[in-house]
């Protein structure tokens, strides 16, 4: 079955507590992004990658790392996580630039 | 003007209903539309990619207006299960090349 798998699904830490999230896609697609949503600010990029080893910063990106070692992972790194990246976060993958994007089933975030 | 618009509502009508969404945005090079659908907490899912023809899938028709930059969801016959945030989506090229936009998502809800 084709599909997004992001780990963990809920995740509660402690601000500054170093945390990676994972996201794999089984679908070959060269195109992968990371959202974060948070109430009355609708979908926001974070970062996004168009092959292995080239990534970008998309809208909101502070605080946030990422990497693209293979084409079908890419993990989003939090060094020092702080209280206002507590959020719902998706991660996304496309085949090509026109067609439309596959999500993750989520990380809910919550950092004290 | 923001990149991609939408009524937030919510929309809240009876089952059997017909209701229609629009979308504007702003970028009249964008290339690619879609609505999708996000329950609660859960990730968006694609309803319907969205042509310069029109399309339709069953309950669901979905229009484009490049002159006047803007797009349409109309669900016929609405069902309870229909309840959702409706997400517009356009893949323009901007700065950070060519990412999904997306708008902040209309909420319909069906009541019996």
């Known amino acids: 079955e084709a599909q997004v798998t992001q780990n963990p699904r809920y995740l509660i830490t402690v601000t500054g507590k170093k945390l990676t999230v994972t996201c794999s896609q089984n679908?070959?697609?060269?195109?992968m992004s990371w959202y974060r949503q948070d109430p009355g600010l609708g979908l926001r990029q974070i970062y996004y990658?168009?092959?292995?080893?080239?990534?970008d910063k998309g809208d909101v990106p502070e605080g946030y790392k990422v990497s693209r070692k293979e084409k079908r992972n890419f993990p989003l790194i939090l060094e020092s996580p702080s209280p206002n990246q507590t959020s719902l976060y998706f991660c996304a993958s496309r085949g090509n630039l026109n067609t439309e994007a596959f999500f993750g089933q989520g990380t809910r975030l919550t950092v004290v | 003007r923001k990149e991609v618009e939408q009524d937030p509502g919510p929309f809240n009508v009876p089952e059997g209903a017909t209701v229609a969404f629009n979308c504007t945005y702003s970028?009249?090079?964008?290339?690619?539309f879609f609505w999708y659908r996000q329950d609660c907490r859960k990730e968006p899912k694609l309803l319907m990619s969205?042509?310069?023809s029109g399309n339709e899938d069953g309950r669901f028709t979905a229009q484009l207006n490049r002159a006047s930059q803007y797009i349409s969801l109309l669900i016929r016959d609405s069902k309870l299960s229909d309840s959702a945030t409706y997400l517009c989506?356009?893949?323009?090229?901007?700065?950070?090349?060519?990412?999904?936009?997306f708008g902040k998502g209309t909420t319909l809800s069906v009541s019996s």
């Open positions: 679908m070959n697609h060269e195109y």
């Open positions: 969205v042509y310069s």
């Open positions: 970028n009249s090079a964008s290339q690619s």
């Open positions: 989506v356009v893949i323009s090229n901007n700065q950070a090349g060519t990412a999904l936009i």
């Open positions: 990658s168009m092959n292995v080893e080239v990534t």
